[in-house]
């Protein structure tokens, strides 16, 4: 019987899908999702390759469990990030900030794009997950543009807009650097949306 990690059943499980994540993202630092396989996850993670197949079917189920582990995580310290804070210029400030804390290693993978190695049901699923952060930024332009910080647009095309530019951005890793491209972000993104102080400025 393999030996247990942690104090019950409960916890080997979390730990070993936690091993499992963790090998995933540093291999794809490394190489595309398509040349990556299960037994070099498996490896990678210090478990057999059947511990694999007690949690994830196949190769595709376990980046939607990291992905989705991933969403939620974000989404929270979001959530966390923005309590107590009123006002929609502020709020976008705060997103900005925290999608620049992303590694998204799923998203800047060597090789090929994610979109074209993945079947159509994941593909979708993944879209699901990109849905809930979107819900966030798309719920701070409502509340701007109801008390006039923002002029009204077209929320579908500017939530995606304002995320491929968050998402493909590249944050330096010396502090004043980050910090410079941060806040040219910042400016950029709140330009874009129309905030009004910028606008009259």
Do not use: W
């Not at 800047?108 to 190695?117: F, K, N, Q, Y």
Request: proline share 4%; hydrophobic share 40%.
């Amino acid at each position: 019987m393999p030996k247990i990690i942690g104090g019950s059943l409960h916890e080997h499980r979390a730990q070993t899908r936690q091993k499992l994540f963790a090998a995933l993202s540093n291999l794809m630092m490394d190489r595309g999702f398509d040349a990556i396989s299960l037994a070099d996850i498996a490896a990678a993670a210090g478990v057999g390759r059947t511990a694999v197949y007690n949690h994830f079917p196949d190769k595709e189920s376990l980046l939607l469990g990291f992905i989705t582990h991933e969403t939620e995580q974000y989404v929270g310290t979001l959530e966390r990030a923005l309590e107590g804070v009123d006002d929609p210029v502020e709020q976008l400030r705060t997103y900005i900030r925290q999608q620049a804390q992303l590694k998204r290693v799923f998203h800047l993978a060597p090789g090929p794009d994610l979109r074209t190695v993945l079947s159509r049901g994941t593909q979708q699923r993944l879209r699901e997950h990109a849905v809930i952060v979107e819900d966030t930024l798309r719920r701070i332009l409502t509340a701007g543009i109801a008390c006039g910080e923002f002029p009204e647009q077209d929320l579908g095309t500017t939530v995606q807009l304002v995320n491929a530019c968050l998402s493909g951005r590249l944050i330096p890793e010396d502090p004043a650097q980050r910090e410079r491209a941060i806040e040219a972000t910042e400016a950029f993104v709140l330009r874009a949306v129309g905030t009004q102080e910028l606008v009259a400025g």
